[in-house]
């Protein structure tokens, strides 16, 4: 399973792997999340549709599902290549292109029938 970036408040740095001690089988919990874009850029507005179900959404992956209330805003990497897909299972999401066939693995869609 995957595992969260544990942090320390008294030396506010990320803990090593080293530092930690996980049980036998121990699995973080973790959720895929899809956020619907608001206030889509040019780029992005053709993507978007009128109607709630087909709007465009930016495809998250969390380990602090706990956390999901509370959020407001979804960071993108200006570095990264990002790409439009869209399945009847999931409607169009926003993705990193890296990630897309490693996302359509996730939600279960079969090989040949990978995201459009």
């Known amino acids: 399973g995957r595992k969260p ?6 030396s506010r740095t990320a ?5 930690l001690e996980y049980p036998e089988g121990h699995v973080s919990k973790s959720i895929y999340v ?3 874009v608001e206030e889509p850029s040019d780029a992005l507005r053709p993507y978007h549709g009128e109607r709630s179900d087909d709007r465009l959404k930016v495809a998250v992956w969390t380990t602090t599902p706990w956390t999901m209330p509370a959020n407001l805003a979804v960071a ?5 290549e990002y790409s439009v897909v ?3 299972k999931t409607g169009r999401l ?3 292109t890296d990630l ?3 996302l359509a693995s996730k939600f279960g ?3 040949e029938e990978e995201f459009t």
Do not use: I
Request: charged share 25%; proline share 10%; net charge negative.
């Open 86 to 88: 869209e399945h009847e």
């Open 5 to 10: 970036v544990h942090w320390s408040p008294s």
């Open 34 to 36: 899809a956020f619907e």
């Open 94 to 96: 926003l993705v990193a």
């Open 109 to 111: 869609l079969p090989e």
């Open 15 to 19: 803990l090593a792997e080293a530092e």
């Open 100 to 102: 897309a066939s490693n």
């Open 76 to 80: 993108v990497n200006p570095e990264l």
